[in-house]
């Protein structure tokens, strides 16, 4: 499984950006899909989750209220909406593919390259 990840790039403070993640496997939808993030200097840290069907989605703290998962199993992409962006949001993000509990780390098999996001105060 292969994920690719993009969206991320450069917004002030207040503004949005959508991340995207595809998937390269005929079986997406019997994965639980997620995003982490690692800002520099920092250990990698879940954001969110969406179960397989897409019907369910988990949120860290740090970004419940600004931030929405969802997933298009037809188009085998997970997507992560985050508004109201804060300077705190910089970091790389990552995709990735598993398991089952959604926040631990090493219940999921497969991640993606990252993709930068930088936030200006």
């Known amino acids: 499984v292969q994920l690719q990840a993009s969206g991320g790039g450069l917004v002030q403070a207040g503004g949005s950006l959508r991340l995207s993640c595809a998937a390269s496997?005929?079986?997406?939808?019997?994965?639980?899909m997620a995003w982490f993030r690692q800002a520099p200097g920092k250990e990698r840290e879940f954001v969110g989750a969406?179960?397989?069907?897409?019907?369910?989605?988990y949120y860290a703290d740090s970004v419940k209220g600004r931030s929405t998962m969802s997933r298009d199993n037809a188009k085998n992409t997970v997507y992560l909406q985050m508004n109201s962006l804060k300077p705190e949001d910089t970091a790389v993000y990552y995709c990735?593919?598993?398991?089952?509990?959604?926040?631990?780390?090493?219940?999921?098999?497969?991640w993606g390259q990252g993709t930068l996001v930088t936030v200006s105060s």
């Open positions: 990735a593919a598993g398991g089952s509990s959604y926040w631990e780390i090493s219940d999921y098999d497969y």
């Open positions: 496997t005929l079986t997406f939808r019997q994965f639980l």
């Open positions: 969406v179960s397989r069907s897409g019907v369910n989605t």
